[in-house]
């Protein structure tokens, strides 16, 4: 359990590199922490709320995915809550973690006809709003959600 502070208003955003598919570079490690910053202003988050990003590959996400949620598949990206959201006052907190699966990114930007780039900041949002306690389960919550994944996007100037 990380140990709290005062609030100080960037996250830290720590990138754990799993896999050895995908190069990390230093701009694709840039465009995750933006994504994370953009979707908590977006969102109004004014306390630091810190998230870990683990970068994976189909068979990590499959393991992790059976292991975590007793589901044997692979998923794009997979969202564990802390639990810490929303902090006491003035506080930070650990918002979670993120597993982001980047050859299910590479696949869907292919499908999608978008850049990697659009994919890996889309499915980073994504995970921020479940972080946040945002879910699709339902018709109605689908369309919220959706509608925030579309503002984060377009604050980040990466449209479909």
Same mark, same amino acid.
């Given at each position: +359990?990380?140990?709290?502070? @005062?609030?100080?208003?960037? #996250?830290?955003?720590?990138?754990?590199?799993?896999?050895?598919?995908?190069?990390?570079?230093? %701009?694709?490690?840039?465009?995750?922490?933006?994504?994370?910053?953009?979707?908590?202003? &977006?969102?109004?988050?004014?306390? @630091?709320? %810190?998230? %870990?990003?683990?970068?994976?590959?189909?068979? $990590? $996400?499959?393991?992790?995915?059976?292991? +975590?949620?007793?589901?044997?598949?692979?998923? %794009?990206?997979?969202?564990?809550?802390?639990?810490?959201? #929303? #902090?006491?006052?003035?506080?930070? &907190?650990?918002?979670?973690?993120?597993?982001?699966?980047?050859?299910?990114?590479?696949? $869907?930007?292919?499908?999608?006809? *978008?850049?990697?780039?659009?994919?890996?900041?889309?499915?980073?949002?994504?995970?921020?709003? *479940?972080?946040?306690?945002?879910?699709?389960?339902?018709?109605?919550?689908?369309?919220? +959600?959706?509608?925030? $994944?579309?503002?984060?996007?377009? @604050?980040?100037?990466?449209?479909?």
């Amino acid at each position: +359990m990380r140990k709290r502070r @005062k609030t100080m208003k960037r #996250p830290d955003v720590e990138i754990i590199n799993r896999q050895n598919i995908f190069e990390i570079t230093e %701009d694709l490690e840039k465009l995750i922490k933006k994504a994370v910053k953009t979707t908590l202003e &977006c969102e109004g988050v004014e306390a @630091k709320c %810190d998230v %870990d990003v683990q970068l994976v590959n189909n068979r $990590q $996400q499959r393991e992790l995915n059976a292991r +975590m949620r007793n589901i044997s598949k692979t998923t %794009d990206v997979l969202s564990f809550p802390s639990g810490e959201y #929303p #902090p006491e006052d003035g506080e930070e &907190c650990f918002l979670g973690d993120i597993s982001l699966n980047l050859e299910r990114a590479e696949k $869907q930007r292919k499908a999608y006809g *978008h850049s990697f780039e659009r994919e890996v900041a889309f499915l980073v949002a994504h995970s921020c709003l *479940h972080l946040l306690g945002y879910d699709h389960m339902a018709g109605e919550e689908e369309k919220e +959600m959706i509608a925030r $994944q579309k503002t984060v996007m377009a @604050k980040m100037g990466l449209h479909r």
